[in-house]
């Protein structure tokens, strides 16, 4: 019996506190299972309301490791409390991106690697502009052999059309169309498209 009354003294109390007043209690502190990549890096203790968890999780340590080099663990914290929550995450990923380049090259830092990308831009959008010249320049040509074609067709009297096919797949008709061949003529064809 003594068995008995002490399993229903225990089941007792974890009735009574799944009761209604019992969820006006605070919840339980949180507890914090491992400490976050700064705190591990600063060897200290990392508290509940500590600044730098939510950004530098235990499991990346080498983000933290650049920001500080470079900014100091101090002032990550004063940049970080001066932001509010919601543009927190923005400025820790800005830290470390200007961070890098920093490292990567310390005089310009993220001014040089904004130069280089203009740079690149620059040179794309020259070589853009010279592709479209020479792309309207084909356009021109081809609209100018159009037109020399046609000019030289209506010329010519006009055979059956079986006889004008034959004509024009020849290897006759290709000497005899001395416009195309000829090295004195070239510039008389495509004199407009210089003009």
């Keep these: 019996m003594e068995c008995s009354d002490s ?13 209604p007043s019992s969820s006006s209690s605070p919840p339980p502190p949180n507890v914090v299972l491992s ?24 499991t990346d340590p080498a983000k933290f490791t650049t920001a500080h080099r470079v900014f100091g663990a101090s002032n990550i914290i004063k940049f970080l409390q001066e932001l509010p929550e919601s ?23 993220c001014a040089g690697a904004i130069c280089q990308l203009q ?26 052999l159009l037109a020399i074609i046609y000019m030289e067709m209506s010329q010519s009297p006009q055979p059956s059309s079986e006889e004008s096919l034959d004509s024009l797949i020849s290897p006759q008709s290709y000497q005899s169309n001395s416009c195309f061949l000829d090295d004195n003529n070239i510039g008389a064809t495509w004199e407009p498209l210089w003009t």
Excluded: W
Aim: net charge positive; glycine share 2%; with cysteine.
């Design 119 to 144: 740079n690149q831009i620059n040179e794309l959008q020259a070589q853009l502009a010279k592709t479209q010249g020479e792309l309207v320049n084909m356009h021109c040509q081809q609209a100018n």
């Design 35 to 58: 400490p976050c990549a700064a705190c591990k890096i600063l060897r200290r203790r990392c508290a509940d309301t500590c600044v730098l968890a939510p950004y530098f999780p235990p």
């Design 7 to 19: 399993i229903a003294a225990t089941n007792t109390p974890s009735s009574s506190s799944s009761s």
């Design 87 to 109: 543009q927190r995450a923005d400025a820790v990923s800005s830290m470390v991106y200007e961070a890098q380049a920093r490292i990567r090259d310390p005089v310009y830092g």
